[in-house]
């Protein structure tokens, strides 16, 4: 368990230190390195669960959380480092507004259908994981557990439906435009 909390905690420092190498040292090359090495934190843990399930282990709530950490970050990691990247570049380096998503809609229904079959997506990887893990155990009786964790995981997507069935059935409306110009429109000059 203990791997776990540090896999976790170091995910965390790295995206922080990766970021902070960019924009307040102006280090990008270390900033890459440390940035392409949190996803590695996944695999660090996915192998300890796997180690520790070939060395006679009972499957356990630590071993399904692995499988969840390495699909969430094949789904959602580089999501997650981009968002943190523009919200780090904003605050600390004069960059634009990050990115929010569309305020209501079907634009907003359509971005959260998308969010969803990510979700689901994602729950298929950890599934996929644990299976894989089963099998390479080839213990029942050692690797139930696993089987009960793929049945939790799936209230994952079942809830996360909740957002985009609401957005579709009751789409909020969308704020009338402003007379403010789109971030897209080129700026005007000062006429002299």
Request: proline share 8%; glycine share 8%; with cysteine.
């Amino acid at each position: 368990m203990g791997i776990i909390i540090a896999c976790e905690i170091g995910f965390w420092v790295l995206l922080g230190l990766g970021l902070a190498s960019r924009y307040l040292w102006r280090r990008k090359r270390l900033s890459t390195v440390l940035l392409i090495s949190v996803p590695l934190l996944d695999l660090v843990l996915l192998a300890a669960a796997v180690i520790d399930m070939r060395g006679g282990a009972e499957a356990g709530w630590h071993h399904g959380l692995a499988a969840a950490y390495l699909a969430y970050s094949i789904v959602f990691g580089h999501r997650t480092i981009k968002w943190a990247d523009a919200k780090f570049a904003h605050r600390f380096a004069g960059g634009p507004e990050p990115w929010k998503p569309p305020p209501g809609g079907m634009a907003r229904a359509r971005y959260e259908w998308i969010v969803w079959l990510k979700i689901l997506l994602a729950y298929g990887i950890a599934c996929g994981l644990l299976f894989g893990l089963i099998l390479l155990v080839d213990e029942p009786s050692r690797t139930e557990a696993l089987v009960q964790i793929m049945r939790d995981l799936s209230r994952i997507p079942v809830i996360a439906a909740i957002w985009p069935v609401s957005y579709t059935l009751f789409p909020k409306k969308t704020p009338e435009p402003s007379a403010a110009p789109s971030p897209d429109a080129p700026a005007s000059r000062p006429t002299v």
